[in-house]
């Protein structure tokens, strides 16, 4: 068993590089199956969450290539086969094959998608867009059969702005025939980035990062050259360390605005941060005013911070509160957080913290992505050695973790137990 130890306190100083987005990659990769021709994705970030895209690419026959961060797909030998759970049990953006080889191909055949047990996660509100465009559904056990004689653009509105059913219905529907319209979409920056290369690759979409897209299908859509953007989760993931331990310390490729919910709120609670058009540079304090979250869709405050976040409500003096909207079971990492000294009332989906609170290192384990990184965070915060298990949740999400925080002055490492 792999566990991540790290001996807390130490100031981090010096810069960190922010790797390109994992929700925005893990839709690009299997996006690439609706090109024609060869699809480069650059600043796709080394995680294995990627790896297993990647791997489940190579399986329905695409050819992929991989330099670094670069990812070259060769896409026109793809065949339409089942995907196994091996692949999709993963994570939870395997789903996304089910739109893209919708749009292609007329016809997907998938197992149920795997990931973070942070909710309940359905995926009805995908495939009532795939409903919507003619595809007929049907279930085989754990597998889905989505089938369409041809897909014709509809007026789609979505109960909820779903991340996922918004990208999953814009790659089914770039190939479809006439105009598609999905409307209360999610407005999150990665699909803003995915609409941006599907449109390189001839698609015409508009209104992405709005509430309304409208998509007109084309006939055919060629490869194109593509940047993945910052990650903005890891992006605030460096900032709440760097407002616990940091002494100067400096996060850049970032798009600031992407992560405004976050830094305004650093602010509010007394935080000094020098923001620049790419990079954030901040400084730790020893306490910070109480605060109040309450997560919601982008623009709101993000879900996958309020975790991270969390762990810096023990350098604040009085009670801070975290409302969790989005995922009902985002709150696994407090039990840990208690064992390392916080103090933490759950009250349903409403967390009350009184602080300041005392870290101090002892053993925990991660029990979601996002939960790591709270548990990484505290651990760098605390006093004294934290280890944490089952970090093959956080290495699915945050590339060269170990690395990047010890070349800014963390002592961290990974060992085999
Ligand atoms: N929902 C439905 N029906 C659906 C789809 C969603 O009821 O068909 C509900 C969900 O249960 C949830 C809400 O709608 O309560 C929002 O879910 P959404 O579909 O927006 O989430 P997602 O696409 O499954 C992505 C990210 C998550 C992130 C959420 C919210 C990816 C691969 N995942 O998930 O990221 O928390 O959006 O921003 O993009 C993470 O990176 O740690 C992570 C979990």
Redesign the pocket.
């Given at each position: 068993m792999k566990v991540m130890r790290i001996e807390g306190n130490h100031k981090l100083s010096g810069t960190i590089k922010i790797s390109g987005a994992?929700?925005s990659s893990?839709a690009l990769l299997p996006a690439s199956l609706l090109a024609d021709s060869d699809v480069t994705i650059c600043n796709v970030p080394e995680i294995t969450d990627t790896d297993v895209l990647c791997q489940t690419l190579e399986y329905l026959g695409a050819d992929v290539r991989r330099a670094s961060e670069s990812v070259v797909i060769t896409p026109n030998t793809i065949t339409n086969k089942v995907i196994p759970q091996e692949y999709t049990s993963k994570l939870?953006?395997s789903y996304y094959f089910m739109g893209a080889l919708l749009g292609k191909l007329k016809h997907v055949e998938i197992y149920l998608p795997g990931g973070?047990s942070?909710?309940?996660?359905?995926?009805?509100?995908?495939l009532k867009g795939f409903e919507a465009l003619g595809a007929t559904i049907t279930n085989d056990g754990d597998k889905f059969i989505v089938d369409a004689k041809e897909l014709k653009g509809a007026h789609i509105y979505l109960d909820?702005a779903?991340?996922?059913?918004t990208i999953n219905i814009m790659l089914a529907a770039v190939l479809a025939k006439g105009k598609t319209i999905i409307d209360n979409a999610?407005k999150?920056p990665?699909i803003v980035n995915i609409a941006t290369f599907l449109n390189n690759m001839g698609a015409k979409i508009t209104g992405a990062g709005t509430s309304e897209i409208r998509i007109v299908g084309v006939e055919k859509l060629e490869g194109c050259y593509h940047e993945v953007i910052p990650d903005r989760?890891e992006t605030g993931t460096y900032l709440i360390i760097g407002a616990l331990v940091g002494d100067q310390l400096k996060v850049y490729n970032v798009i600031p605005e992407h992560i405004e919910s976050l830094t305004s709120k650093l602010e509010e609670m007394g935080s000094n941060l020098e923001i620049g058009s790419d990079y954030i540079t901040i400084s730790a304090k020893d306490k910070y005013l109480p605060a109040e979250i309450k997560t919601l869709?982008y623009p709101g405050f993000?879900?996958?911070l309020q975790q991270p976040f969390s762990v810096l409500l023990s350098k604040c003096e009085g009670v801070s509160k975290v409302e969790e909207t989005?995922?009902e079971n985002r709150f696994m990492h407090l039990k840990e957080l208690e064992k390392m000294g916080m103090k933490i009332e759950r009250n349903g989906m409403v967390a009350t913290f009184t602080g300041p609170n005392k870290l101090v290192g002892t053993e925990v384990q991660a029990t979601d992505?996002?939960a790591g990184a709270a548990l990484v965070a505290a651990g760098l915060a605390a006093d004294g050695v934290t280890t944490i298990s089952n970090i093959e949740h956080i290495l699915r999400?945050y590339e060269g973790i170990v690395e990047k925080l010890t070349d800014v002055g963390a002592k961290i490492k990974i060992e085999e137990i």
């Amino acid at each position: 068993m792999k566990v991540m130890r790290i001996e807390g306190n130490h100031k981090l100083s010096g810069t960190i590089k922010i790797s390109g987005a994992k929700n925005s990659s893990v839709a690009l990769l299997p996006a690439s199956l609706l090109a024609d021709s060869d699809v480069t994705i650059c600043n796709v970030p080394e995680i294995t969450d990627t790896d297993v895209l990647c791997q489940t690419l190579e399986y329905l026959g695409a050819d992929v290539r991989r330099a670094s961060e670069s990812v070259v797909i060769t896409p026109n030998t793809i065949t339409n086969k089942v995907i196994p759970q091996e692949y999709t049990s993963k994570l939870r953006a395997s789903y996304y094959f089910m739109g893209a080889l919708l749009g292609k191909l007329k016809h997907v055949e998938i197992y149920l998608p795997g990931g973070c047990s942070i909710g309940a996660r359905p995926i009805n509100l995908h495939l009532k867009g795939f409903e919507a465009l003619g595809a007929t559904i049907t279930n085989d056990g754990d597998k889905f059969i989505v089938d369409a004689k041809e897909l014709k653009g509809a007026h789609i509105y979505l109960d909820i702005a779903s991340v996922g059913a918004t990208i999953n219905i814009m790659l089914a529907a770039v190939l479809a025939k006439g105009k598609t319209i999905i409307d209360n979409a999610a407005k999150e920056p990665e699909i803003v980035n995915i609409a941006t290369f599907l449109n390189n690759m001839g698609a015409k979409i508009t209104g992405a990062g709005t509430s309304e897209i409208r998509i007109v299908g084309v006939e055919k859509l060629e490869g194109c050259y593509h940047e993945v953007i910052p990650d903005r989760i890891e992006t605030g993931t460096y900032l709440i360390i760097g407002a616990l331990v940091g002494d100067q310390l400096k996060v850049y490729n970032v798009i600031p605005e992407h992560i405004e919910s976050l830094t305004s709120k650093l602010e509010e609670m007394g935080s000094n941060l020098e923001i620049g058009s790419d990079y954030i540079t901040i400084s730790a304090k020893d306490k910070y005013l109480p605060a109040e979250i309450k997560t919601l869709s982008y623009p709101g405050f993000p879900t996958d911070l309020q975790q991270p976040f969390s762990v810096l409500l023990s350098k604040c003096e009085g009670v801070s509160k975290v409302e969790e909207t989005i995922w009902e079971n985002r709150f696994m990492h407090l039990k840990e957080l208690e064992k390392m000294g916080m103090k933490i009332e759950r009250n349903g989906m409403v967390a009350t913290f009184t602080g300041p609170n005392k870290l101090v290192g002892t053993e925990v384990q991660a029990t979601d992505l996002r939960a790591g990184a709270a548990l990484v965070a505290a651990g760098l915060a605390a006093d004294g050695v934290t280890t944490i298990s089952n970090i093959e949740h956080i290495l699915r999400g945050y590339e060269g973790i170990v690395e990047k925080l010890t070349d800014v002055g963390a002592k961290i490492k990974i060992e085999e137990i």
